[in-house]
């Protein structure tokens, strides 16, 4: 692990997994060395943002439910076969950089180099940089490193903790088209803000707008703005679905809702040879 050059940012282990631990004068937050992803994010003075599920497998190589896992460099399921979500968030990635800026925040840059990989043929540097501060900036940097062109699609999963789920909403994606995928991926238009009923599944397409997640329950918005990025995802297992997953505790999916920040499968990023890619995601608490 490198040597850290900013005193708010301590390493430590948690079970098999080498995570940092920030602490500064406007949050606390978590990162997993494995999988390069943030695992919590709290202002200081207010309720965490993000939801950890307390059954979270913390094995070397296994994902991890909850915070914000990196879904790269595809999204979902692959018919060319591979493991959901791709291979990027149950590697262990490289502390590059870890300082104090002037502002008083905290600066993280965590790196992968992706090589003979079995499941994809390409080649890539991936990079990702966390500042903890007001706000929480996560920015995925992709370069191509290999002579032929790649397609990636890739996703910032993120987890929100919420009050619950009946009381909820997500605003900004009014009017946007979007495939159903707890309905066998039937074609919709969303009418008004998205509320929680159920299994909730939805990627919507072609949607470059800042989302709004409501909660009355503990009295704030959460205010997630993207770039880089064509789609975004509102996804809740709902009780059935939740019931059949070993790593979420009874009735524990209405704590918690997901809004992404994506790269969709249907329109991949496409990278020739020596071309990067960023998308970035940052959310504002208020």
């Known amino acids: 692990m490198t040597f850290q050059t900013d005193p708010a940012i301590k390493p430590r282990m948690m079970g098999a997994v080498p995570v940092l631990e920030i602490e500064n004068r406007f949050a606390k937050a978590m990162i997993s060395l494995q999988g390069g992803q943030v695992m919590s994010y709290q202002p200081q003075g207010q309720e965490k943002v993000l939801w950890m599920s307390p059954l979270a ?50 600066r993280v840059v965590l790196s992968l180099p992706v090589e003979s990989i079995p499941e994809w043929d390409g080649q ?108 975004t995802v509102v996804w809740n297992p709902g009780p059935i679905r939740a019931e059949k997953m070993h790593d979420v505790p009874t009735d524990d999916y209405k704590s918690m809702v997901c809004v992404e920040t994506m790269t969709l499968p249907q329109v991949p990023v496409e990278l020739e040879s020596g071309v990067s890619h960023t998308m970035t995601a940052e959310i504002f608490v208020d």
């Not at 999204?75 to 291979?87: D, L, T």
């Not at 502390?95 to 800026?101: I, T």
């Not at 966390?130 to 062109?149: C, D």
């Open 57 to 106: 497998d913390m094995s070397e190589g296994k994902p991890i439910r909850g915070g914000v896992p990196v879904c790269w460099p595809w999204f979902g399921p692959r018919k060319e076969g591979g493991p959901n979500h791709g291979f990027a968030r149950t590697q262990l990635w490289k502390l590059e950089l870890s300082e104090a800026l002037e502002s008083g925040e905290s």
């Open 124 to 231: 890539a540097a991936l990079s990702i940089e966390v500042i903890v501060g007001e706000t929480l900036k996560i920015s995925l940097a992709s370069k191509n490193t290999g002579e032929k062109k790649v397609e990636i699609s890739q996703a910032l999963h993120t987890y929100f903790t919420v009050s619950n789920t009946d009381l909820i909403w997500v605003e900004g994606l009014d009017g946007e088209h979007y495939l159903d995928e707890a309905d066998e991926g039937r074609a919709c238009i969303q009418e008004g803000d998205v509320t929680i009923k159920g299994e909730v599944d939805r990627t919507y397409i072609d949607d470059t707008e800042t989302c709004i997640l409501h909660d009355p329950g503990l009295g704030r918005k959460i205010t997630i703005k993207k770039s880089g990025s064509n789609g």
